[in-house]
């Protein structure tokens, strides 16, 4: 049984509506927002649907082509002879984060044992070419971190992707694989032998349809998916270049908390971590613990000591100023302390660093921070 009870015209009219070349996500909803249903966007007139905010003649090309109305019959065919579940970005059973995301899918296609109810969710990735320093500090992560029962999300790729998959259910944890393709096939092959479990610890997320194959900007697009879902992204390995800064760029673009597990200068697959961490774009991570804590979650009493300021530590003027302000205001986003402070950008954020250092000030989820 499906999450969402949309009728069998209006799950039609969405699908219809995903497949018309210049119609995306943004305009979709604005549509359906515009009109009350998929199925009444059809049924409204040219000139009225070209009166919605960004929606011109070009966007409307092909909207009544009939061709349209046969590929979405055939899709729907595929869902109801497979079974699948899907999700429509207004059901309730839609991922809570991915929904505040302004180009989240329409439409999710779903398969397994996923349960997004009251769960905390982050998304792991990095290189194909994970190392034994990144399998070790994969494996160690997801152990320390399974008491928290959080939901693992990743691209169920070669490398980082399957590692913490695998090491996610070998704690018991549920994990999710986001996929670039159907629901229909599974890329890499090899990885098949995973997919009874991961269903069975979770499932598979996509919103692409069954006529779509693993090309390479499907994986681009499904960057966002891993992104929006979750509370954080952490980058375990990556390259200077790869697909798993593409998805960190986007999670800072949610504004979403990114992670980087940092590694030696001269490590070929640290260096995309190290430079996210250079660019103050993530958060350096070294344990669980540190994510525990910097998201705020549930402390155990003796860490939570750990973590408690000196007593009687020594702030310089500035970071005295900082201090001062942020003790009097509460939570505060960098640039609202640079400004409050009249100090430029790129010194706060090096002051914040050595006051964290010193334990009097934290960071925050959404690049806030507050006195300790």
Known sequence: MNDSQLAEAELIALLRLQNVPNIGDVIAKKMIAHCGSARAVFEDKRQHLLKIDGIGTYTLQGLYDTEHIEAAESEYGFIQDNGLAYSYFMDESYPRLLK??????????????????????????????ITSYGTTFCEQ???????????????????????????????????????????????PKVHSKYVADV?????????????SNPDRENFLKRNRIIAGISEATVVIESAERGGSLVTADIANSYNRDVFAVPGRAEDKFSAGCNNLIKQQKAHMITSAADLIYLLGWEIEKEEAKNVQKQLF????????????????????????????????????????????????????????????
């Open 100 to 129: 505040h995301c302004i180009d989240s899918p329409v439409l999710l296609f779903k398969n397994g044992n996923i349960d997004f109810e009251e769960r905390k969710v982050i998304s792991v990735v990095g290189t194909r070419n």
């Open 141 to 187: 992560f997801m152990e320390e971190i399974a008491p928290m029962d959080p939901i693992i999300v990743s691209g169920f790729a070669y490398g980082v992707d399957i590692c913490a998959q695998r090491a996610a259910m070998g704690q018991g944890l549920q994990t999710i694989g986001c996929l670039a393709h159907g629901l229909n096939q599974i890329y």
């Open 199 to 211: 269903k069975k610890n979770g499932g598979f997320l996509t919103e692409f349809w069954s006529t």
């Open 313 to 372: 530590v020594e702030l310089d003027n500035t970071e005295q100023s900082i201090y001062t302000y942020l003790q009097k205001e509460g939570k505060q986003l960098l640039d609202s302390i640079a400004i409050a402070c009249q100090l430029p950008v790129f010194r706060v954020s090096s002051t914040l660093l050595n006051m964290e250092m010193k334990g009097v000030i934290r960071p925050l989820p959404g690049k806030m921070f507050e006195a300790i």
